[in-house]
């Protein structure tokens, strides 16, 4: 009768053992499972979306401008930015001025017409008007001049030039028509008139000139009229233009052609 009881006995404690030992294990799963937490990520509440991480957002560009870009060109690493070419304005133009007569070209033909005026009783003249002013003299009276201001026509015809004809004349390089018949001057013809190579017309008639033709008015290649009539010359006409000159526009006054 022993037996069964110590069999029991051994039994009933062998259970309070095995429920001893599931208390304990059971007690030491929590805490595996909180020490094991802390080193993982937080745990959600079952059955709930995760919450998204917020976005990056830009502040909104006031209406109607443009947010401003900044834009820089690529360098190359390590090297230096190339400077932006400065702007160079173009150089200025010399200044230029539009061609105008000098003095010099003209100051020969100036200074015949004044040693004219004063050697001929300008003053007296019945015609004088700007004659030694400042005005230009193509506005001289009687005086025709080129785009150049060379004299080219000198036309003075019954005006009452008294005196000598002044050597001053044979410098009118351009003139082509002179004209002073029908005054009172006296004296000889300038052999300087034969440096007037342009000269087609020479008209000296009626006045008081005396001694011989220049040999000199031989070398006018274009002289092509000539008179010299009512004057109280002598002598002859170089033969040298006979062939040259327009009989219906010349008058010699009687004078015969030289030999």
Known sequence: MRTPRLFHGVLALALILLLLLSACSGSDEPESRASSGQTTAEPTTEGAEPTPAPRATTAPTP????????TAAPTTEGAEPTPAPRATA???????????????????DREALVALYNTTGGPNWDSNN??????PINNWYGVTTDDNGRVTELYLPVNRLSGKIPPQLGNLANLDWLGLDRNQLNG??????????????????DNQLSGAIPPQLGNLANLSGLRLSWNRLRGCVPS????????????????????
């Open 188 to 205: 000889e013809i300038p052999p300087q008139f034969g440096n007037l190579a342009n000269l087609r017309s020479l008209d000296l008639r």
């Open 63 to 70: 209406k109607g401008t443009a947010a401003p870009t900044a």
């Open 130 to 135: 700007n004659w030694l002013s400042d005005a």
């Open 90 to 108: 173009a150089p200025a133009p010399a200044a230029t001025t539009a061609p105008t007569m000098t003095q010099t070209s003209t100051e020969p």
């Open 240 to 259: 040298s233009l006979s062939g040259r000159l327009n009989m219906n526009h010349s008058d010699l006054g009687g004078l015969p052609f030289c030999p």
